[in-house]
């Protein structure tokens, strides 16, 4: 499962536009969210996330 530290997002978006499958979305804080229903753990959002605020857990 790939989780959003969102003390360390700083809402950039690169993740949003990063996703193949559009699994991450901006909160209501402005906050990378990523819907684990639709997520099939591609991770690229991990390798695109220049302050690491996205890891596997």
């Known amino acids: 499962m790939v989780k959003v ?3 360390l997002c700083t ?3 690169i993740c949003v536009d990063s ?3 559009q699994a991450i979305e901006m909160d ?3 906050l ?6 639709i997520c099939e753990n ?6 695109v996330c220049p302050v690491d605020a996205i ?3």
Do not use: L, M, N, R
């Open 5 to 7: 530290d969102k003390e």
């Open 11 to 13: 809402s950039c978006g």
């Open 19 to 21: 996703c193949p499958v």
């Open 28 to 30: 209501g804080d402005d």
């Open 32 to 37: 990378a969210e990523i819907d684990q229903d």
């Open 42 to 47: 591609h991770q690229v959002c991990i390798d």
């Open 55 to 57: 890891a596997e857990e």
